[in-house]
Each structure stands twice: as C-alpha cells, then as structure tokens.
C-alpha cells in the first residue's frame, strides 16, 4: 500500500492513463489527473482525487494540475506520462508541422510536467518518474513513424534524466506497451504476438504500479517491454 502518497497522471481521461490512475488509486495513492476531454477531471473526482480539464502540451495548463496536488496534499511522490495520438503518414509525407506535433505529443509531454515534478521531488527527498511510450520505439515500425522516432529520443532522455537525478533518489523509467485493448483489434495484429492476445489496459497500469513502488527502488532509466513477446533482446 501506498497511503499517504500522491500521484500526478497526465492525459488520464481514457485507455492506460485511466487504468493507471485507477490502479494506483486502489493502492493508497491520492491521484490528480490531467486530461483535454474532463474524463480525467471525471476519473480524479470519483477516485477521491483532483483533476483539471487541459493539456499536455501546456506548460499552464500543466502547472495547474501541480500547484493543484501541491495545494491539497503538499507533496508529489509519482509521476506518469501517458500521451494521445500524433500524425501517422508514409515517412516521406510527413510535414515539417507534423513531425513538430508528434514531438509536442510523444515527447515533450513527458519532459513539460518532470521539469514542473523534480524540484518537488529533490526538495522532498525522492520520487519516481514512469514514462508511457511503445514497444516500437527501438524496432520502429512505418505504422507509428512519428511515435517511434520521438519516443526513440524520450528514451535518451529517460537514460540522461536516470544518471543526472539518481542520486536525488528519483527515478525514472519507461513503459513499452505492445497491442494493448485500448486500441482496435484485428486478427492480423494478434496473430503477430507470441501469447495470441491483446495486453489490457489493467496489464500495463499493474506495470506502472510496480516501477512506481518501493519494490522497484533500485530500478532506473530502463525500457520495459510489456508486449506479448513481440520484441526480443538478443
């Protein structure tokens, strides 16, 4: 259990961002979540939280969520980044303003709200930081072009954040989702995962949970696949 804990969760209105603000909600933790829809406001006001209706991708509207949390419970414990939707095209099609928006959406959204969290949790003598990305981050696929290649770079990120901010007791990881349910099925994409089903949203926010807790204290800056067993190390 985690009583007494807060977490933030950003674009947890729907899919792995609300199962991981209910998840944690059900471990003890007090959640504040942030989402454009008002579902997360929705979510956050029937799990006993706070949430704010606006975006990622505002420093704003992001500061508000922290100033909220920080308002209620005087303290930030965990940090998960989820994220929406970027443009998807053939890679030679993909615009300059397009390739801008899939940083905005798979990459900065994770760097606004940790810069806003860190200086809470150095102050406060630690935190953890979990990171939604992909499992086609390191094996790209030309389906999510500008998911992959942004989230290759929240990678980098995650590793220089992990070495500068170690010794600060903060952590941070990623989580690398394969074909979860929160997206549409076809037998052609469950036919590719070894195990022969859809993850579920519930899989990854058990995931989540785990790196965010003390039994995963000593684990920082990695990249953990929850995919079915769809990408294998050599």
Not at 98 to 109: I, N
Not at 156 to 182: C, E, H, Q
Not at 193 to 212: C, H, K, Q
């Amino acid at each position: 259990m985690s009583e007494g804990k807060v977490a933030l969760i950003t674009a947890g209105g729907s899919g792995m961002g609300a199962a991981a603000a209910r998840r944690l909600a059900a471990d003890g933790y007090r959640v504040a979540v942030l989402s454009s829809s008002g579902k997360g406001e929705a979510l956050a006001n029937e799990l006993g939280g706070v949430g704010v209706t606006g975006s990622n991708q505002s420093n704003d509207d992001l500061k508000r969520l922290v100033d909220l949390a920080m308002e209620r419970w005087g303290r930030i414990d965990a940090l998960v980044n989820s994220a929406g939707h970027g443009p998807r095209a053939p890679i030679l099609e993909i615009s300059d303003e397009d390739w801008h928006k899939g940083m905005e959406v798979y990459f900065l959204s994770a760097v606004r709200p940790t810069r806003l969290v860190t200086p809470i949790m150095e102050a406060q003598g630690g935190g953890a930081i979990v990171n939604i990305s992909t499992a086609w981050a390191f094996e790209p696929s030309p389906m999510f072009p500008t998911s992959a290649v942004a989230r290759a770079g929240l990678a980098s990120f995650t590793k220089i954040f992990a070495d500068t901010y170690a010794a600060k007791n903060i952590r941070m990881n990623n989580v690398l989702p394969g074909w979860i349910d929160s997206l549409p099925a076809t037998d052609e994409r469950r036919d590719s995962v070894p195990l022969g089903r859809y993850g579920t949203s519930d899989e990854i926010a058990a995931t989540i949970a785990f790196l965010l807790s003390e039994g995963a204290g000593y684990i920082t800056g990695q990249n953990i696949r929850v995919d079915g067993g769809i990408a294998r190390s050599v």
